[in-house]
């Protein structure tokens, strides 16, 4: 099937950039974006490296996918809601989630405010209205179509964003969702990140459409495709949806293009699967690149900040995991928490044995 246009692009992969589409955000602002994509890319680095000295157990690396989730999260006010998938670190980042919140969820320690009971990188952090992952593929769609639908009904300006992969559209999740948003006309953005993989199945075998964007039609709602690698397409596009949806102009599907260069996560290797030759394609086309070229053209970065950033990003990554490793694991008794507000005789007795275990009677 023939695509309808041509994906939404400001900056094109050499930097140059669509002087009548650019958003002319202030040079702090561009500063700023081009920061929290590197300091992504550092703490992805760190991680996956952490995961293989055995410091922490699963990390799900999101390289190559920066601009989208840094472009989209940048679009949102404070107060609107991110319901993620799992490979939305620079997102919560930019929210204001310090790096440390992701180490102490990844290692369960007493800080991690999920109390050791997520997988690693399914981290969240109410303050700054980030939801944890739900690790079931999809499930988080309906339950941000809800929390959009709750806005609706309580007239409180909030706009939702929920993010989800390729390999979530092949869901009934993803369906019930977005019938449920165009019904509704809930105030949505459902960002579906193509990354063109589901951990081993392609893009060509997910869906016999030509794009994911085009199902939108179905729905009754706009649908839109994205230059995922892009920044500022990132930003625009997502502002808009974010606008649309504020004024009471009901939900939007992006389709945000760009490549899961890494493995699906720690416990994956792709070589089994997929052809190196696609993977060196799309580093060509990398996000961080393409948005520091843009930025040197405009005569605000050069190499030895680039120099310095990278450093100060990879020793950022690198204290923060020191906190979290040092930080201790959360009281024996934490276990039996947040169940029942009379705890049982058996959940009792468990208790008291684990105690008698560990050393804490
Ligand atoms: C219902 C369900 N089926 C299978 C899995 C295993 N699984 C975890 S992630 C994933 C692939 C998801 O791909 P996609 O939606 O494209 O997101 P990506 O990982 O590429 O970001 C699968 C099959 C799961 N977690 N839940
Ligand atoms: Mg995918």
Redesign the pocket.
């Known amino acids: 099937m023939k695509e309808f246009e041509e994906p939404f692009q400001i900056i094109a992969p050499d930097g140059t950039c669509r002087s009548d589409l650019d958003p002319n955000l202030e040079e702090d602002a561009l500063l700023n974006l081009y920061r929290m994509m590197v300091l992504t890319r550092a703490v992805d680095t760190t991680s996956v490296i952490l995961q293989r000295q055995g410091k922490i157990g699963f990390y ?1 690396p999101s390289t190559g996918e920066e601009a989208a989730q840094i472009g989209s999260a940048y679009a949102l006010e404070p107060s609107d809601l991110i319901v993620a ?3 939305e670190p620079g997102a919560a980042f930019l929210r204001g989630m310090p790096v440390e919140r992701l180490y102490h969820q990844a290692c369960g320690n007493a800080k991690d405010l999920l109390k050791g009971r997520q997988m690693p990188s399914h981290f969240g952090d109410g303050s700054v209205n980030f939801v944890p992952a739900s ?5 988080q769609i309906p339950i941000a179509v809800g929390a959009a639908w709750a806005s609706k009904m309580k007239k409180d300006g909030r706009v939702t964003l929920v993010y ?6 092949s ?1 009934g999740d993803f369906h019930t969702g977005m019938n449920f948003a165009g019904v509704y006309r809930v105030p949505i953005v459902l960002f579906c ?3 063109q ?3 081993s ?1 392609p893009f060509s075998k ?1 869906t016999a459409s030509g794009s994911i964007h085009i199902k939108a039609m179905a729905y009754g709602f706009e649908g839109r495709q994205v230059d995922g690698n892009d920044v500022l397409a990132v930003y625009v596009a997502t502002q808009q949806a974010v606008a649309k949806a504020r004024r009471g102009g009901g939900p939007t599907l992006l389709e945000v293009l760009t490549y ?1 260069i890494g493995p ?1 996560s720690t416990s994956d290797d792709p070589r089994r699967y997929r052809d190196q030759a696609e993977v060196d394609l799309w580093k060509q086309k990398d996000p961080i690149d393409r948005f520091r070229i843009y930025l040197e053209q405009k005569g605000l970065w050069c190499k030895e900040d680039d120099e310095r950033l990278c450093a100060e990003a990879e020793a950022h990554a690198k204290e923060a995991f020191d906190v979290a490793e040092n930080t201790p694991m959360p009281p024996v008794e934490s276990l039996f928490e947040d169940v029942y507000e009379t705890p049982t005789w058996n959940l009792k007795e468990q208790d008291e044995f684990a105690r008698l275990k560990v050393g804490q009677t």
């Open positions: 799900v998938a799992y490979r690790s079931p593929v999809g499930t989800f992969g390729d390999g979530a559209t869901q990140k193509n990354n993989w589901a951990i199945c997910q899961r699906h």
